[in-house]
């Protein structure tokens, strides 16, 4: 069994690895004279633009960005006068847009899609005190600062993306959907057609000049949209031939499907290329899912229970008709964690040690879901075996000496 060539986003996002190990910064720079772009940099070249729009009826900013950059955030939010925060909109729930609701959010209305909410709320690793607490189901209006600022539920890289749009300066803040010459990035929740529909609609929406503002790289605009859709169009068709054809993802990506198309290679992000968009078809498409071992394994714990999805998955473990993630099966078993489901995540997971028994981030995996149950004495023995195969696991040392103090 082959493990997959590239490392997927996951939950939170996973960051690439060539750029300064610690180095944290943040730019301001102005759009309108009452508008600006916070461009916040984390190590491992992960970026997040912030937007922040101010006016006397006080301060709206578009997502909020990570922990880690938010003393420095609010730092720039002073120097330009945006003190007074009113609103919040999160256009996503992943970490980098959300992670900042708690500190700026005190006395703020942070608005999302009701799906953002609800997967945050689900989510053990983010803190309640930023959840969104305005909601909207298809679109919502605001009258803001002498702006029409509307917002309007998009989905496809998650399944609770929305958009803003301010209508008198005609500018579009797309959050994660769409990206300068680069593949889109579509989480597990997420949708590679939802996406396509988003986009098209956007382009009947909005005039062809229009600014979109993105959370990540460098504006485009709505003209930019026709290529991306061929695009993503026209990749995903060469993929899902090649699944149907009965080729594995591990083959598909050592046989470079998509060399034609590097050109799309992301210049802000190093993981989002060929070989992960080749990933995301495979792991999104309901022709992928077919093939997927851990979507599978979803389906047999769901319909039958866990004693029984044991037994039926043992039956198709090397079978080549199935291809084998172990970031897959660790997404599946933290999808179930966060769901306060142990017992379904314990399964996963020591399946997944099983698989990949010399793996320090299956045993990390492991010991994290024991500590959860509430059972230390494994929980230590699954962490103490992700440090045998990674002495450096500094999570692994942290959580036992955590459970050792505590008892």
């Known amino acids: ?27 301001t720079k102005k759009i309108r004279d009452n508008i600006y772009e916070i461009y916040t940099y984390l190590h491992s070249n992960l970026s997040v633009n912030i937007y922040a729009f101010i006016g006397e009826e006080g301060t709206l900013l578009i997502d909020s960005g990570l922990e880690q950059t938010i003393d420095l955030v609010q730092k720039e939010l002073q120097k330009i006068g945006a003190n007074n925060i009113k609103y919040i909109i999160n256009t ?199 093939r997927s071992a851990s979507f599978i394994l979803n389906e047999m714990i769901d319909n039958q229970g866990c004693e029984k999805a044991r037994e039926l998955f043992n039956n198709i473990i090397g079978d080549k008709k199935y291809y084998f993630v172990e970031e897959d099966f660790n997404a599946l078993g933290y999808g179930y964690l966060f769901n306060r489901k142990n017992r379904e995540a314990l399964l996963v997971f020591i399946i997944n040690t099983i698989m990949y028994p010399e793996s320090s981030n299956a045993y990390d995996s492991l010991g994290e879901a024991y500590m959860t149950a509430g059972n230390d004495e494994l929980a230590i023995k699954n962490y103490e075996l992700s440090l045998k195969f990674n002495p450096e696991n500094t999570n692994a040392e942290k959580m036992i000496k955590e459970i050792k103090l505590k008892r």
């Open 1 to 27: 069994m082959k493990k997959s060539l590239t490392i997927i986003m996951l939950l939170f996002l996973a960051t690439s690895s060539y750029a300064q190990e610690n180095e944290i910064r943040v730019e």
């Open 92 to 290: 996503h729930d992943d970490g980098d847009h959300t992670q900042g609701n708690r500190v700026l959010g005190p006395g703020a209305t942070i608005i999302s899609h009701n799906n953002c909410r609800e997967r945050l709320k689900n989510n053990p690793r983010f803190n309640e005190g930023g959840l969104p607490n305005l909601t909207f189901e298809d679109s919502l209006t605001l009258y803001f600062n002498n702006e029409e600022i509307i917002l309007r539920y998009a989905p496809g890289h998650t399944n609770n993306d929305i958009y803003a749009e301010f209508k008198n300066v005609k500018l579009l803040f797309m959050g994660d959907m769409a990206f300068e010459n680069s593949f889109p990035i579509v989480h597990l929740h997420g949708s590679i057609d939802n996406l396509l529909s988003s986009l098209k609609r956007i382009q009947e929406l909005h005039p062809a000049s229009t600014k979109m503002m993105v959370s990540h790289g460098n504006p485009t605009k709505v003209s930019e949209l026709q290529k991306y859709v061929e695009m993503i169009e026209t990749t995903k068709e060469i993929v899902l031939t090649a699944i149907k054809n009965n080729i594995g993802l591990d083959e598909a990506v050592e046989s470079k499907l998509l060399k034609d198309y590097n050109f799309w290679n992301s210049t802000v992000f190093q993981t989002v290329n060929t070989d992960r968009w080749i990933e995301t078809i495979y792991k999104t498409t309901e022709e992928g899912k077919a």
